[in-house]
């Protein structure tokens, strides 16, 4: 059995993967979970928009999630900070002392976390108004 040698010291190991692992942290970061090209959503991000206006979320947070009597969520940080399993918690168990109900229970909105996340995403990135996306065309 053969014994590699390494040139590189034991420090300039660790800075090297250090910097492998901060650099994959930030690409994951850029990835978006939504997909817009040439004026085309893709299936999953509609799928999210129409759980939103089938699970009753635009009574408390207004068209497009804009604002209403609850949370404003295209400005909101969970979506600014990429905070997806807060988003999650947040959907599923509801928000203790507000009106954001858990909605464990409904079976379609449970279904679509990823969509309504991916839907939400782009409309606090500004890549969506509020409007109704069936104007759109889909593509894949």
Do not use: I
């Given at each position: 059995?053969?014994?590699?040698q390494t040139h590189l010291k034991p420090k300039t190991i660790f800075f090297l993967l250090l910097t492998l692992t901060v650099t994959n942290s930030f690409a994951a970061d850029d990835e978006?979970?939504?997909?817009?090209i040439d004026g085309k959503i893709d299936e999953n991000t509609f799928e999210g928009w129409r759980t939103y206006n089938g699970g009753?979320?635009?009574?408390?947070?207004?068209?497009?999630?804009?604002?209403?009597?609850?949370?404003?969520?295209?400005?909101?940080?969970?979506?600014k900070n990429n905070d997806k399993e807060k988003f999650k918690n947040y959907i599923t168990n509801g928000v203790p002392n507000t009106l954001m109900k858990p909605h464990?229970?409904?079976g379609r909105v449970m279904a679509n976390l990823d969509n309504l996340y991916a839907y939400l995403k782009a409309r606090a990135d500004g890549v969506l108004g509020?409007?109704?996306l069936i104007k759109l065309p889909l593509g894949k």
């Open positions: 059995m053969k014994k590699y978006k979970p939504y997909q817009v009753g979320c635009g009574q408390c947070h207004g068209r497009g999630g804009s604002g209403k009597s609850g949370k404003n969520l295209a400005e909101s940080l969970v979506f464990k229970n409904d509020s409007g109704n």
